[in-house]
Every structure is written in structure tokens, then in C-alpha cells.
């Protein structure tokens, strides 16, 4: 196989969710020397793009997307160390975490996997997490985005909790916050003070992009 | 050695309603809420519960036994819009109601403004939970709908969740004195779509509480078919699979012919609807009114 056909068959069998095959093809592009870079770029991120925006139109379901996010992030436990190595970027580090008093998870997850396949470097926090845990993460990990989801209408002033939490520790202005989950509306972002909001998984990839965008065309004007 | 069947009972000020396995599946109208409905959260932060009107017209239409009302509407004072929207639906409707609300405020006054016996929606395992809610359940003769999970997780084994179903039963029974049969159970139906193996668990749940205490049951109906095409055609297989495992009503959109049909040749197909009367009464009524819409 030449290099192309790797990258090809890269992208067609992420997109399909075909892990085995997806972990297999990342281990022969590395044996050809293939750059982990190019894989990820070239490859990954382009296939979860899809998986997207197929999706968004209504021609990709739930199950499909889990599948393609699972067969990236085969691929990605090999790439990773190799990546760091390379001195390669992630367009950005995003935090995120269930807030505290909410167990749910499903809709947190998915948006996981976009962000990942956009090039995201994600961390989660899992969920109940606590407000000070959410400090104490921004601090060690300095992200640049922060992500809270709330599941529940009772949940959802954990927002505002994790927002003066934020303020107290002095991390506000370090770092974007962005807000999701089922009942929240772009009002309540707006009232909790969050700096974005977005209604499911592509759309928080668009919103997480263009807030990131805004950040550093702010921080170096 | 099986628990005997649960009668769980709900009225309004003039209406009865009976959830039970020897009963005919108790279908709770879901569309009286604003999760997820902007116009209807814009006109209810203004005052107007005029949406509403149409909202329990259609439920009832479509054959619905109870109403849930839900009016958790984000920054607005929700236990006095639903202290409104309980009035109101009571004038127009005599179906009880199930209040769902995870707002202890809202529901203590929902419970207080509603003529009959409620059900309430919903209390956790969680014990602060458990601790604000049992009261009220026990204070307005209420029922109350379950869901065992706790502060940990959303437990996907069914064999965990019958341990939080145990610790909901014996902290309602032993320490509120809330009657067994006023506990119905979530045995907690999730998406099928992230996880091919939730509707096993959730049917071995539902086998298991009705089993070890003869407990009625209910479940969001739409939530199994969250993120996947064709999700009606989903919800109609699996409310007749529940219900032969057990489950004894669901929180479903009764406008929805296909899955309201499934639930009640389900119905006639458990012997819960004697020969055929509800059936064949509502295969009449639909001729009637086709009649009457295509008739000189």
C-alpha cells in the first residue's frame, strides 16, 4: 500500500467505525514512517468531520457516531505519545465534566468524540464534578476551554456555582466557559455569564472554534 | 416465590385511575412540557399558558390516562407557573395528573394546588433527595415515581438497580410510611442507540421489581430511541416488550396513533383488555370519525 492508500483507507474505515481495521492501517503507516501528524490531520480529523456533518443532515445517527469515535481514539492511544514527541499541536485543550449533582453523561460523551475528532485535545472529568474539582483541573491542566453540562433543571445553577468558583480563584479571564445539556438555552448561558453555548456535539465543535478564534485574535492584537 | 401485583391509585377530583400489570397500561401524556420548546418557554416566561390548552387537547384526544405537566422554564419562578398550569389543566380535563418537576419548591406547591391524588416525578436514591421528597409524597397522599440511581452513577446493571430500588422501597416504607403500592418504579429506560445492551438490562430490571415486590412501573417511552431514525417504530416495539416484562404505564406523546396502538393490542394481547372491548370500541370511534370527516 502506498502512503495514500493508507490515508484513504485511514479515513473510509474511521468513518464506518471500523476500529480493528483503523488500528491496524495506524500501525502500518507507522512501520512505513509514515508522520503521526499527517495521520491525524490528513486522516482522523477529516473522517470525524464527516461523521459530523453527515449527522448535522440527519444522514448520521447516534450509534454511528459513537463507533467512528471509538475507532479514532484506537488510533489516537497509539498516535498520542508519538505526537507530543513530534512537537505536534492540538488546536486547543478542552476541559470538561458533568457538574456536580448530575450523573448524566451520553450527550457529554458525544460531544467528547466531535472535539476530539475536530483536533481538540479533550480531558474529562467525568461526572458530579465539584466546583473546586473543576479548579483545581483548570489549574493543573490550563485549558482553554472549560466545558460544564447539566442534564437536569436542578443541576443547571451548578453553572453559576462553578462560574464564582472560577471568579474566586482567579481564573475567569484564563479561560473560556462554555455550557451545554438538555434544558440549558442560550439565555440561561448568557444569565450564568458562560461565553458560549451550543445546542448539540457539531455545533459545540463550530462554537468551541470560533470562541478559540476570537481569544487569540484578541490576545495577540 | 413472586410479590403479589401493586395497585397503584390516582385520581383527580372526579376521575380514578389504576395502575396495575391486571390493568390496562396507563398511558401518561408527556407534551405538557417545555424542555426543548422555545415558543412555548418565550410565551410561558410572559404569562401565557395559552399553548397549554392545545398541548392537553391533543393528549387527551390521542387516548392519554394521565397528564404529566413539567413547567421547568429556565430563570422563571417554576412552582408558581405550575401551581398555574395544574389549575388550569384541571378545568380542562378531569385525567390526573403527575407533577414532574425535580424542584422541591414546585412540587410541594403543585401538590398543594391539586385537587386529587397525584403522582409526583420523580425521586432519586439519592438520600438528600429521598429526604425532601418523601415528605410531601407522604403530607398530599401522593404516589411517586423512582428512579434508582443515586449520587454515584446511573447504575447500568440491572442487578444494581435493583439494589437502589431496595433502598427506595425501605426508606419510603420503613422511615416515611408511604404505602408500597404508591412506589412506582423507573426502572430507567436509556438510549439504545449508545449502548446495545440497555434494553436487556432494562427489561431484567423491570422483571426483577416485579418479581421481588410487585411494583408498578414507568418509564420515559421515547428516551430508548434518542439519536436514531424511525424512532416511533422503536418506541412501539419496545413498550410492548416492557410491558410483557412488566412495565404498567409509560410517560409517552399520546398524539403518536403508531405507539398508542402498539400499547393497546399489548393491552389485548396480556388479557388486560377483555374481549377486545377498548379495542374494537376505539376501531369504532376512529370510523366515526373519518365518517364524519370524509361524510356529504
Known amino acids: 500500500m502506498t502512503p495514500d492508500d493508507i490515508l484513504k483507507g485511514l479515513y473510509d474505515e474511521t468513518l464506518v467505525g471500523n476500529a480493528p481495521a483503523v488500528l491496524d492501517l495506524t500501525h502500518q503507516a507507522l512501520a512505513m514512517d509514515m508522520m503521526p501528524g499527517d495521520l491525524l490531520f490528513e486522516a482522523l480529523i477529516p473522517a470525524l468531520e464527516e461523521v459530523g456533518a453527515r449527522f448535522e443532515r440527519g444522514d448520521f445517527f447516534v450509534p454511528e457516531m459513537l463507533i467512528a469515535g471509538r475507532a479514532m481514539a484506537g488510533s489516537m492511544e ?44 479533550v480531558i474529562d472529568l467525568g461526572v458530579q464534578v465539584a466546583p473546586e474539582k473543576f479548579v483545581a483541573a483548570i489549574e493543573e491542566h490550563q485549558p482553554d476551554i472549560v466545558g460544564f453540562s447539566a442534564f437536569l433543571t436542578t443541576t443547571m445553577p451548578m453553572f453559576k456555582a462553578n462560574m464564582n468558583a472560577l471568579e474566586k480563584a482567579g481564573l475567569r479571564e484564563s479561560v473560556i466557559v462554555m455550557v451545554g445539556g438538555a434544558p440549558v438555552t442560550q439565555e440561561y448561558a448568557d444569565a450564568v455569564g458562560a461565553d458560549g453555548y451550543a445546542s448539540d456535539a457539531s455545533a459545540t465543535v463550530k462554537r468551541a472554534k470560533a470562541l478559540l478564534h476570537e481569544r487569540r485574535a484578541r490576545v495577540s492584537a | 416465590m413472586t410479590a403479589p401485583l401493586r395497585h397503584t391509585v390516582l385520581r383527580s377530583a372526579t376521575k380514578e385511575v389504576v395502575l396495575g400489570a391486571d390493568r390496562p397500561f396507563c398511558v401518561i401524556g408527556e407534551r405538557i412540557n417545555p424542555t426543548g420548546r422555545p415558543v412555548l418557554q418565550a410565551a410561558l416566561r410572559e404569562g401565557d399558558l395559552s ?13 392519554a390516562d394521565v397528564l404529566d405537566i413539567n413547567m421547568g422554564v429556565p430563570l422563571t419562578d417554576e412552582a408558581e407557573l405550575l401551581v398555574k398550569a395544574i389549575t388550569m389543566v384541571q378545568g380542562l380535563t378531569d385525567l390526573p395528573i403527575c407533577i414532574d418537576s425535580s424542584v422541591v419548591e414546585a412540587l410541594e406547591a403543585g401538590l398543594a394546588a391539586y385537587q386529587g391524588r397525584a403522582l409526583v416525578n420523580s425521586v432519586t436514591a439519592e438520600d438528600d433527595r429521598l429526604a425532601a421528597i418523601l415528605p410531601l409524597v407522604k403530607k398530599y397522599d401522593a404516589a411517586v415515581v423512582a428512579l434508582p440511581n443515586d449520587e454515584d452513577e446511573i447504575p447500568m446493571e440491572a442487578e444494581k438497580r435493583l439494589v437502589l430500588t431496595e433502598k427506595i422501597v425501605r426508606v419510603a416504607t420503613e422511615e416515611y410510611g408511604i404505602a408500597i403500592e404508591d412506589i412506582v418504579i423507573d426502572p430507567l429506560a436509556m438510549p439504545i442507540g449508545a449502548d446495545s445492551t440497555v434494553g436487556r438490562e432494562t427489561l431484567a430490571t423491570i422483571r426483577g421489581i416485579r418479581e421481588r415486590w410487585g411494583l408498578n412501573t ?52 396480556l388479557g388486560n383488555d377483555e374481549w377486545g372491548m377498548s379495542w374494537i370500541a376505539a376501531h369504532r370511534a376512529r370510523q366515526a370519525a373519518e365518517a364524519a370527516a370524509g361524510g356529504p
Open chain 2, 218 to 269: 414507568t418509564c420515559g417511552a421515547s428516551n430508548v430511541s434518542f439519536g436514531m431514525p424511525h424512532r416511533h417504530a422503536i418506541n412501539a416495539a419496545w413498550l410492548p416488550l416492557a410491558m410483557s416484562a412488566g412495565m404498567t404505564s409509560a410517560i409517552m406523546d399520546a398524539r403518536t396513533p403508531q405507539v398508542v396502538d402498539a400499547v393497546r393490542a399489548a393491552d389485548l394481547l
Open chain 1, 78 to 121: 497509539v498516535l498520542r505519545p508519538l505526537l507530543a514527541d513530534t512537537g505536534v499541536q492540538t488546536i486547543g485543550r478542552f476541559l470538561m465534566g458533568t457538574v456536580k449533582g448530575d450523573v448524566h453523561d451520553i450527550g457529554k460523551n458525544l460531544v467528547n468524540i466531535m472535539l476530539e475528532g475536530a483536533g481538540f485535545e
Open chain 2, 51 to 63: 399553548i397549554i390548552a392545545k398541548d392537553v387537547a391533543s393528549q387527551v384526544a390521542g387516548g
